[in-house]
């Protein structure tokens, strides 16, 4: 018998943690404003990326410019890279 779609795609979901060389993707589910839907779309558009690929840079870089400003063996440095905590 053959697989529903359902049955598929949760496989296809479950693959992905291993996708990328073993690295794994996670998988985004978010609303956001039209405004920065819009301004996602051009920034995409302008420098011939994927949508995806424009919040991957941008999400990227922002994390690069912390990491740079952080001393390591640091309180601070220690809660940046502490997964799951929610900074405010």
Do not use: C
């Not at 496989?11 to 996670?26: K, L």
């Amino acid at each position: 018998m053959s697989k529903s779609s359902a049955e598929r795609q949760a496989e296809y979901r479950a693959r992905r943690d291993t996708a990328a060389q073993g690295n794994g993707e996670r998988r985004l589910n978010t609303w956001m404003s039209t405004a920065a839907h819009l301004a996602l779309k051009r920034i995409a558009g302008r420098y011939g990326v994927t949508q995806r690929g424009m919040l991957e840079r941008l999400v990227l870089a922002e994390d690069e410019k912390i990491v740079a400003a952080l001393d390591i063996d640091t309180p601070e440095w220690d809660g940046y890279f502490r997964i799951g905590t929610v900074r405010r």
